[in-house]
C-alpha cells in the first residue's frame, strides 16, 4: 500500500527511517501510545466520509450504530476524547447544580480538570474508592442528598472500570444499578477500558454493562485507535449529548476517517486485548522474581514499587535502554499492541541489571 505521506510527497525514506527509530522503543506510559497498524491505515484510508455535523457521514454512523449495538443500547455518539464523553454525559445527567456521586480515584473526578463542575456547574460529591475500585454502596446511599433545600439535589452515580487496571465485576455492577434505580439516580459508566474488563471476565461487554444509562468507551486506548471515544445510551439522552458535543467544540466534520480506525479496532482488537494481559502478567512475573514489589496486575496495567531514591536513576537507566515509562515510587506499566514478547523481556533485562548494579 502507498501510504498518504509518498502521495504529498513526503520524504518517505526518512519519514520511514523515523518510524524504524521509533519502533526501537518499549513504550510502557500508556496504552495510548499505539500507532494504527497498516490494516488500520487502510481502512481510514478507504473510509466513506460526510459531514457529522450534518449526520450524513456514513462511517461515524456506522461506529456509533455498532458500538452502541455491542452495548445492547439504542444509540452512540463519536467523541475526539473520552474527557469529552464523560464530560457531555455528566452534562445531560445533571442539570446546575445538581450533584453526582463519583469515586476520588476515579479518572473523570481527578484527571479530567474538574470539567463537570467548571464547565457543567454540577457538584461532585467524591467517595473514597475502596482497594478493589469500587465504592462501598452503603456510603453511596448514605451520600444521596434527601430533599431539602439546603443540599444539592443527587442526580447521578458515576463508576469506572477497569479503574486503575483493575477489574469490577458484574455482580457489584448490577448492585450499583439497582441501587441507582430505586433512589432515581442516573447511571454513567466511564469505561475507557470496558473491553479489558469484558475480556478478562469472558462476557460481552453488553452483559457486563446491563443497568447502566450511559456508557463511555475510548477506541484510544487498548483497542489502539489513533484518537475517538463512543457514548452510548438511550436515543433521547444521545440526542441531549450531541448538543452539548457541539457546545464543548467536538462537533466534527468528514470524522470518518477516523471513526474507520474505530470501527476497525472493534473488529480486529477486542479479543487480542487477551496478550496484553498475558504480557503484563509475563511483565509482573519477571519483575516480582528480579525482588521488585509488584501488584499482580488483572488487565493490562502492572504497578511496581520503586524506592523513591532510586526513581531518577532508573528513569535515565531505561531511557538509555530504550524503554519509555512513568517512574515513580508506584510505578504504572501499561501493555498494549506495540509492546510485544521481546519488548517485555528487554523490561524485566533493563529492570534486572538496574537493580542489581
Ligand atoms: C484516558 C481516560 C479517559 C479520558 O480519555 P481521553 O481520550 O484521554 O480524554 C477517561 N477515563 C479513563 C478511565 C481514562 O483512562
Given at each position: 500500500m502507498t501510504s498518504w505521506v509518498d502521495k504529498q510527497g513526503y520524504p518517505a525514506a526518512q519519514a520511514a527511517t523515523a518510524y524504524a527509530d521509533r519502533k526501537d522503543w518499549v513504550d510502557l506510559r500508556s496504552d495510548t501510545v499505539t500507532r494504527p497498524t497498516p490494516g488500520m491505515l487502510a481502512a481510514m484510508q478507504a473510509a466513506e466520509v460526510g459531514d457529522d455535523v450534518y449526520g450524513d457521514d456514513p462511517t461515524v454512523n456506522a461506529l456509533q450504530t455498532e458500538c452502541a449495538a455491542m452495548f445492547g443500547m439504542e444509540a452512540g455518539l463519536y467523541f475526539p476524547t473520552g474527557t469529552q464523553s464523560n464530560l457531555a454525559a455528566l452534562m445531560a445527567h445533571c442539570g446546575r447544580g445538581d450533584e453526582v456521586i463519583l469515586g476520588q480515584d476515579a479518572h473523570h473526578y481527578k484527571y479530567e480538570g474538574g470539567g463537570a463542575a467548571v464547565l457543567g456547574s454540577a457538584q461532585p460529591q467524591p467517595l473514597q474508592n475502596l482497594p478493589d475500585g469500587t465504592l462501598d454502596l452503603v456510603q453511596v446511599e448514605a451520600a444521596i442528598k434527601p430533599d431539602d433545600s439546603h443540599f444539592a439535589i443527587t442526580r447521578a452515580l458515576a463508576l469506572e472500570n477497569t479503574i486503575a487496571g483493575k477489574v469490577i465485576g458484574r455482580e457489584y455492577l448490577a448492585k450499583a444499578t439497582a441501587l441507582c434505580r430505586r433512589r432515581g439516580l442516573s447511571s454513567h459508566l466511564d469505561g475507557a477500558r470496558i473491553f479489558n474488563a469484558a475480556v478478562k471476565l469472558r462476557m460481552p461487554v453488553g452483559e457486563l454493562c446491563a443497568g447502566f444509562d450511559t456508557v463511555s468507551v475510548c477506541l484510544s486506548k487498548g483497542l489502539g485507535a489513533p484518537l475517538g471515544s463512543v457514548l452510548v445510551g438511550k436515543r433521547g439522552f444521545i440526542d441531549r449529548a450531541r448538543r452539548i458535543r457541539k457546545m464543548l467544540g467536538?462537533?466534527?466534520?468528514?470524522?470518518g476517517y477516523v471513526a474507520a480506525a474505530g470501527r476497525y479496532a472493534l473488529a480486529h482488537h477486542v479479543d487480542r486485548l487477551a496478550e496484553d494481559h498475558e504480557r503484563a502478567e509475563r511483565l509482573a512475573a519477571g519483575l516480582s522474581a528480579s525482588g521488585l514489589e509488584v501488584e499482580p496486575p488483572q488487565t493490562n496495567m502492572v504497578f511496581v514499587g520503586v524506592p523513591a531514591d532510586r526513581c531518577a536513576g532508573l528513569r535515565q537507566h531505561l531511557e538509555q535502554s530504550g524503554i519509555k515509562a512513568s517512574i515513580g515510587p508506584r510505578a504504572r506499566l501499561a501493555t498494549h499492541l506495540d509492546v510485544n514478547d521481546g519488548g517485555v523481556d528487554r523490561v524485566v533485562a533493563a529492570f534486572r541489571a538496574f537493580f542489581r548494579a
Open positions: 467536538g462537533g466534527m466534520r468528514q470524522a
